[in-house]
């Protein structure tokens, strides 16, 4: 395992009170461990964050600053979604 440093936290009781019903419920085996759950967990989001914009949203931005013209315009994808939506949903009689 890793070295460890030890930390001191200020949390809402609400927060707190989460923690020890995970490790009360058997959850968790210690409050240590369902901070670390949760900083992993944030860590992953982080990272699946980054990677989805510079691997999806990055190159999109980068193509439609190259060529404007590729843009629809709100008011026709609203338009477009509209009248799907009306096809879908049939009026309350």
Known sequence: MAPTEKRAFDLPSEQSD?????????TYASANDVIRAGLSALQDQQESLEHWLREDVA????????????AIPAEAVFARLKAHYETRVKPAI
């Open 18 to 26: 989460y923690i020890d019903h995970l490790v009360k419920s058997g």
């Open 59 to 70: 190159p999109v931005y980068d193509a439609m600053k190259e060529n404007p013209d590729r």
